[in-house]
C-alpha cells in the first residue's frame, strides 16, 4: 500500500517537474530530495488514517441475543484465498482456497449466520479458551489453592467453559501487516472468570499470509499466576464444507507418541507409542481405514479424539501435521510450537445441524487438528506446565498452510 502511494507520489512529483521545469532548473538529486520526503509524508499520513487497512474489508454480521453488533471481516490475499472472520468469538466464518485446478471453494464448516454459532455447543472455527480441551472434574490446584472451574461436559471441564471465549465478542483491528491482511483480536478475561484465577489480557493476530497461510499468533499475559491453553476449532473438509466425510483424507502426524485417555476422555497421564495401534499417523494414512477397529481408545473418543505428543522442540516452529484429499488435491499443512494437537474426527456430528448452505452435517463431516498443550495438564505435573505466571507472558504461534498436490 505503502510502496504504491510512493508510486503515485513519484508520477505527481515528476509531472509537476516537467511542466516547471522551463521556468525553473532542478537538479536531480533535489527531484529526489522532494519525491523522499513527500513519500515519508504520505505513509505517514496513511498509516495515521488508516488508509492501510484496504485489504481488510469489514462489514455487518448481526447482532448478539444480548444486542452487541457482531463485525465480520473478510482478509483476502493476491492468490485469491479468502478468509472471513468475526469478533463474536474470533470465529473463522469461512475459508476460501484453491483446488488443484485452481478452483475456490469454502473448506470449513458453520452457518449462514451469527446466530447458528450461538445455538450449538459444537465450537465451529472458534478462538478457544481459557483452557482448550479438558480439565479433569474443573478443578486444579494452583500455588496451594483449589480453583473450581465450570463443568460443562459430565464431570469436566471443556474448552473454557460455558461462556468460553468462543462465544465473546473480541475487539478488532484489521490492519496490513508486510505478510499479509491481518485481524487483531484482543479480550481482557476478567478475574474468576468461569473459575479462572487472574485478570487474562488476550491477544490473538489472524494473518491470511501471501504464502498462503492462515497464521495464528496467541498471546496473553495475566496479573495473577493462572493456567492458560489456547487453540482454534475450525471443523475442515478440504473437498469443500458439507460434501460428506473425511474418511479419505489422508493424515501425516508428526509424533510418535499419544496420550491415552480413561473413558470420560481425560488422559491417564502416560505417553503411549502409537507403534502399532490405529493412532500411527507417522506416515500418510487415510483417517478412516482404522477408525472402526476394536479398540478400547477408539471406543473411547467414539472415533479420533485425542492428543498427540508432537515430535521436536517445544517451542520451536515446526511441522505438526499434514493432511491431503485426494479427489481435490488440496493440501493443509498445521504448524506449530505447540507441544501436541489434537485430532478430533467429528465423532458427534449426526445430521441434526444444518449449516451453510442447507447442508445437513454429519458423522465424520470434518475434522479438527486443534494445537494445543496436552488435556488436563493442571492436573499432570508431569505433563509440560501450562501455568502462567503473574507479569509473564504466553505466545504461541500455529500456522494452517496450503497447496495442491497432482494426485
Ligand atoms: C473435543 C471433543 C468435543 C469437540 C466439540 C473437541 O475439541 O475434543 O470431545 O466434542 O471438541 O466440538
Same mark, same amino acid.
Given at each position: 500500500m505503502a510502496l504504491n502511494l510512493c508510486y503515485h507520489v513519484r508520477l505527481v512529483v515528476v509531472r509537476t517537474f516537467s511542466t516547471v521545469e522551463h521556468s525553473m532548473r532542478w537538479s536531480r538529486p533535489r527531484k529526489l530530495l522532494v519525491t523522499l520526503l513527500l513519500c515519508s509524508a504520505t505513509t505517514f499520513f496513511s498509516s495515521m488514517t488508516g488508509m492501510g487497512q484496504a485489504t481488510v474489508k469489514k462489514e455487518n454480521f448481526g447482532k448478539t441475543a444480548s444486542g452487541q453488533s457482531i463485525d465480520l471481516f473478510t482478509l483476502t490475499n493476491a492468490h485469491g484465498l479468502e478468509a472471513r472472520i468475526m469478533n463474536y468469538g474470533g470465529i473463522v466464518v469461512s475459508l476460501r482456497v484453491p483446488d488443484r485446478?485452481?478452483?475456490?471453494?469454502?473448506?470449513?464448516?458453520?452457518?449462514d449466520s451469527a446466530d447458528g454459532y450461538a445455538t450449538t455447543s459444537k465450537y465451529f472455527g472458534a478462538l478457544i479458551g481459557r483452557y482448550a480441551n479438558r480439565i479433569g472434574k474443573g478443578a486444579f490446584t494452583l500455588n496451594g489453592l483449589e480453583y473450581k472451574l465450570a463443568i460443562n461436559n459430565g464431570e469436566n471441564h471443556l474448552h473454557g467453559g460455558i461462556n468460553g471465549f468462543h462465544q465473546v465478542i473480541w475487539h478488532a483491528r484489521p490492519f496490513d501487516s508486510p505478510a499479509g491482511a491481518a485481524l487483531e483480536l484482543t479480550y481482557l478475561s476478567p478475574d474468576g472468570e468461569e473459575g479462572y484465577p487472574g485478570n487474562l489480557s488476550v491477544k490473538i493476530v489472524y494473518t491470511l499470509t501471501k504464502n498462503n497461510e492462515l497464521k495464528i499468533e496467541y498471546s496473553a499475559t495475566t496479573d495473577k499466576d493462572t493456567v492458560v491453553n489456547l487453540t482454534h476449532h475450525s471443523y475442515f473438509n478440504l473437498a469443500g464444507q458439507g460434501r460428506g466425510d473425511i474418511l479419505k483424507h489422508d493424515l501425516m502426524i508428526n509424533a510418535a507418541r499419544f496420550t491415552p485417555v480413561d473413558a470420560g476422555s481425560i488422559p491417564t497421564g502416560e505417553l503411549r507409542s502409537v507403534k502399532g495401534t490405529p493412532f500411527d499417523f507417522t506416515s500418510p494414512?487415510?483417517?478412516?481405514?482404522?477408525?472402526?477397529? /476394536?479398540?478400547?481408545?477408539?471406543?473411547?473418543?467414539?472415533?479420533? /479424539?485425542?492428543?498427540w505428543v508432537l515430535d521436536g522442540k517445544i517451542g520451536a516452529l515446526r511441522k505438526a501435521a499434514t493432511v491431503r484429499e485426494p479427489t481435490t488435491g488440496r493440501v493443509m499443512e498445521v504448524w506449530t510450537t505447540e507441544p501436541g494437537i489434537q485430532l478430533y474426527s467429528g465423532n458427534f456430528l449426526n445430521g441434526s445441524k444444518i449449516g451453510k448452505d442447507g447442508k445437513p452435517y454429519q458423522l465424520h463431516y470434518a475434522f479438527c487438528l486443534e494445537t494445543q498443550h496436552y488435556p488436563d495438564s493442571p492436573n499432570k505435573p508431569d505433563f509440560p506446565t501450562t501455568t502462567l505466571k503473574a507479569g509473564a507472558r504466553h505466545r504461541t504461534t500455529t500456522i494452517y498452510r496450503f497447496s495442491t498436490s497432482k494426485n
Amino acid at each position: 500500500m505503502a510502496l504504491n502511494l510512493c508510486y503515485h507520489v513519484r508520477l505527481v512529483v515528476v509531472r509537476t517537474f516537467s511542466t516547471v521545469e522551463h521556468s525553473m532548473r532542478w537538479s536531480r538529486p533535489r527531484k529526489l530530495l522532494v519525491t523522499l520526503l513527500l513519500c515519508s509524508a504520505t505513509t505517514f499520513f496513511s498509516s495515521m488514517t488508516g488508509m492501510g487497512q484496504a485489504t481488510v474489508k469489514k462489514e455487518n454480521f448481526g447482532k448478539t441475543a444480548s444486542g452487541q453488533s457482531i463485525d465480520l471481516f473478510t482478509l483476502t490475499n493476491a492468490h485469491g484465498l479468502e478468509a472471513r472472520i468475526m469478533n463474536y468469538g474470533g470465529i473463522v466464518v469461512s475459508l476460501r482456497v484453491p483446488d488443484r485446478n485452481g478452483h475456490l471453494d469454502d473448506i470449513v464448516l458453520g452457518f449462514d449466520s451469527a446466530d447458528g454459532y450461538a445455538t450449538t455447543s459444537k465450537y465451529f472455527g472458534a478462538l478457544i479458551g481459557r483452557y482448550a480441551n479438558r480439565i479433569g472434574k474443573g478443578a486444579f490446584t494452583l500455588n496451594g489453592l483449589e480453583y473450581k472451574l465450570a463443568i460443562n461436559n459430565g464431570e469436566n471441564h471443556l474448552h473454557g467453559g460455558i461462556n468460553g471465549f468462543h462465544q465473546v465478542i473480541w475487539h478488532a483491528r484489521p490492519f496490513d501487516s508486510p505478510a499479509g491482511a491481518a485481524l487483531e483480536l484482543t479480550y481482557l478475561s476478567p478475574d474468576g472468570e468461569e473459575g479462572y484465577p487472574g485478570n487474562l489480557s488476550v491477544k490473538i493476530v489472524y494473518t491470511l499470509t501471501k504464502n498462503n497461510e492462515l497464521k495464528i499468533e496467541y498471546s496473553a499475559t495475566t496479573d495473577k499466576d493462572t493456567v492458560v491453553n489456547l487453540t482454534h476449532h475450525s471443523y475442515f473438509n478440504l473437498a469443500g464444507q458439507g460434501r460428506g466425510d473425511i474418511l479419505k483424507h489422508d493424515l501425516m502426524i508428526n509424533a510418535a507418541r499419544f496420550t491415552p485417555v480413561d473413558a470420560g476422555s481425560i488422559p491417564t497421564g502416560e505417553l503411549r507409542s502409537v507403534k502399532g495401534t490405529p493412532f500411527d499417523f507417522t506416515s500418510p494414512t487415510a483417517i478412516g481405514s482404522r477408525i472402526d477397529q /476394536d479398540d478400547e481408545q477408539l471406543k473411547f473418543g467414539h472415533g479420533y /479424539d485425542h492428543n498427540w505428543v508432537l515430535d521436536g522442540k517445544i517451542g520451536a516452529l515446526r511441522k505438526a501435521a499434514t493432511v491431503r484429499e485426494p479427489t481435490t488435491g488440496r493440501v493443509m499443512e498445521v504448524w506449530t510450537t505447540e507441544p501436541g494437537i489434537q485430532l478430533y474426527s467429528g465423532n458427534f456430528l449426526n445430521g441434526s445441524k444444518i449449516g451453510k448452505d442447507g447442508k445437513p452435517y454429519q458423522l465424520h463431516y470434518a475434522f479438527c487438528l486443534e494445537t494445543q498443550h496436552y488435556p488436563d495438564s493442571p492436573n499432570k505435573p508431569d505433563f509440560p506446565t501450562t501455568t502462567l505466571k503473574a507479569g509473564a507472558r504466553h505466545r504461541t504461534t500455529t500456522i494452517y498452510r496450503f497447496s495442491t498436490s497432482k494426485n
